[in-house]
C-alpha cells in the first residue's frame, strides 16, 4: 500500500469528526487493515499506532509508514494487547482510540483467505496467521458444538439442522462445499435474497478469530489506555458485535437503564470512567450506494473521564 488508502472506510468522516483531533495528539488505530482511518487521523497532525493482527495488512502498510515522517508505528498484534505494546513503546496514555470490527474489505476480497463464499477458495477464516482453520474445526468439533457456535455467533434459527449436515459431510476443504452444504440444508433458490449460507460463515469466522472475546478485551484495554477526555469510536457491522460495545459503554457511563419488577436496579461497580456515549450514527444513502457493505454499520462514540478503569 502506498499513502493512498485502496479504499475509504466506513464512516470516516464521523469517525475523524468524532475523534476531534489536534496536532501532536497521540491516536490508536485499533484495526489498521488498509489504513484508512489511519491516514485520515495522520492527516489531521496526530501521531498513530496502529494494531493489526494480519500480518498481510502490516507488510502493506509500510509505504505509509514512510510517508508519515515518523508519526506511524505499526504492531502487528491484536488490540486486546494494545496496553502492554503501547507502553512498551513510551506510547501513552492517548487522546483517541478508534476500532472498526470485524474482517476487512481486503480479506473478504481474497479468495485465499475463505472468508467468503463469493469466490472458491481454502476453508481458512484466520486473521492471523497462526491457530486452528476454519476447516480443522468443522471437521473436528463435535456436531452440538458446531451448532451451538453456528446458533450463539449466526444467530442461526436451525443450527442443529447445519451442524448435523456439515457433519455428514465431512471431510470439508473449501468455501464452495461448506456453502453448497448450508444452502441443501435449509432450502435455498438462486432469487433469494440473502444466500442462507451467510450466517453460518459468519458465525465460524468469529469463532475462529473469538472476535467477541478480543472485542470485550479490546474495549477494557481502550478504557485503560485513554486519557482523561479522550475519545473512544467503535465502528461495528452487526447485532452482536453493537450489543456488546452498547452495553460497555452503557455501564461504564453509569447510564444502564432503571430496574423494574422483572429487572432489578443494577448497582454500579465504579465511578464512570465513560461520559453518556452519543447518540449511534449510521451511514447515510450515498454512502451506502457506494458500499454496500457500509448498510449495516454502526458508530458508536464516547469520551474517557477522570475515572479510574473499572476492574475487568
Known sequence: MSG?????PVLRDEVIDALAIVPGERHVDAT??????????????????AFDRDSQAIEGGHGLVEASGGRLTLIEAPFSAMEGELE??????????????????????????????????????????????????????DESEIADVLYHYGEEPRSRRVAKAIVSARPLTRTSELANVVRKALGHRPHDKKDPATR?????????????????????????????????????????????????????????????????????AAAASFEAP??????GEAEIARNPRARSATLRVAKRTNAAPWSS
Open 278 to 283: 452519543q447518540r449511534a450514527v449510521r451511514p
Open 4 to 8: 493512498d488508502a485502496p479504499h475509504i
Open 88 to 141: 512498551r513503546r513510551g506510547f501513552l496514555p492517548v487522546d483517541g482510540v478508534t476500532m472498526d470490527i470485524g474482517v476487512s474489505s481486503m480479506q473478504l476480497d481474497q479468495a485465499e483467505r475463505g472468508f467468503s463464499f463469493q469466490q472458491d477458495g481454502p476453508l481458512d477464516m484466520r486473521m492471523a496467521p497462526d491457530g486452528m482453520t476454519a476447516a480443522e474445526w468443522l471437521n473436528t468439533a
Open 32 to 49: 489498521f487493515g488498509a489504513g484508512g482511518y489511519t491516514q485520515a487521523i495522520l492527516e489531521r497532525g496526530a501521531e498513530v499506532a
Open 200 to 268: 453460518t460463515f459468519q458465525a465460524i469466522r468469529i469463532h475462529i478469530n473469538r472476535e467477541l472475546d478480543e472485542l470485550a478485551e479490546g474495549l477494557a484495554a481502550a478504557e485503560r489506555v485513554l486519557k482523561p477526555g479522550g475519545r473512544l469510536a467503535v465502528v461495528t457491522f452487526h447485532s452482536l458485535e453493537d450489543r456488546l460495545v452498547k452495553r460497555f459503554l452503557r455501564e461504564r457511563s453509569g447510564s444502564q437503564p432503571a430496574g423494574s419488577r422483572h429487572r432489578p436496579v443494577q448497582v454500579q
